[in-house]
């Protein structure tokens, strides 16, 4: 989307309504730099914690969102399709090898024309409220840019809308932004697993410090497998159990 239609939706066509409705707030924006390429390293509560975090701050932010978000068919499809773009979602195929490969490249390509990239590093969305594992994507594409990492913790998203509620309700909601995470220390070292595994680690304890959460060092991802595996055991137990 172009940036005229980006400010369109966000300044006329949606944005107020939103802003007036539910009123987020902003703490730190002043940490956001005015100028230049940069990632914000949000973690994930909510569905809409990429409608509220554009909204509290000046510059315009772009994600990288799964692909599946432009590909639904009839009226639903449109929809899903015509908001994403209005927020700046970018779309990337998830996975590996070459779909991971193409998602950080994209990625590169955001940061080094100058604009702000809002990425989810815990990968999906917290299934319990707290924090988990960050991926290493975010510090690969930090030290390879050599940009700024700027953490967030978006606040009380998941109450406002729970997993599976398709509105937000109307509860008090906003973005706390941290100072930028010093990763000088790692710079030449985005082929390297360890370091990038550390400065991964660095990044997600800014984020813990701005959101307040409680970290589990594990993948939410997975968590969510072994969670529905298991509500899946109890509704289908075996038959000498049942």
């Known amino acids: 989307m172009s940036d ?13 309504g939103i802003k007036a409705y539910y009123r987020p707030w902003v703490e730190g924006a002043e940490n956001i730099p005015e100028t230049g390429g940069a990632i914000l390293a949000s973690n994930h509560l909510s569905f809409s914690d990429s409608v509220f975090l554009p909204l ?7 994600f990288l969102g799964k692909s599946e978000y432009f590909t639904g068919k009839g ?3 449109w929809a899903t399709r015509s908001f994403m773009a209005g927020v700046g979602t970018i779309p990337v195929h998830r996975g590996g090898g070459r779909a991971s490969e193409a998602a950080l490249q994209t990625g590169l390509e955001v940061i080094r024309g100058g604009q702000l990239l809002g990425i989810y590093p815990e990968g999906t969305r917290s299934p319990d409220g707290h924090l988990y594992r ?17 953490p967030v913790g ?5 109450i406002a809308q729970p997993i599976g509620q398709k509105v937000p309700s109307r509860h008090p909601i906003g973005a706390r932004i941290g100072p930028a995470i010093d990763l000088a ?3 030449g070292m985005q082929e390297d697993r360890n370091a990038l595994r550390e400065a991964t680690d660095r990044i997600m304890r800014g984020i813990a410090a701005v959101s307040g959460q409680t970290y589990v060092d594990r993948d939410a991802a997975q968590l969510k497998r072994e969670l529905k595996q298991q509500q899946k055991q109890n509704e289908n137990p075996p038959a000498d159990q049942a």
Not at 5 to 15: A, D
Not at 56 to 62: A, D, H, N, Y
Not at 135 to 149: H, Y
Not at 154 to 158: E, F, K, L, P, V
């Open 4 to 16: 005229t239609k980006y400010w369109l939706v966000k300044n006329v066509l949606l944005g107020p």
């Open 56 to 62: 509290v701050i000046k510059r315009k932010v772009v």
């Open 75 to 77: 009226i639903k499809g």
């Open 134 to 150: 960050g991926k290493t994507g975010v510090a690969r594409l930090a030290v390879e840019a050599g940009c700024p990492v700027i």
């Open 154 to 158: 978006m606040i009380d998203t998941h």
């Open 185 to 187: 220390d790692f710079a």
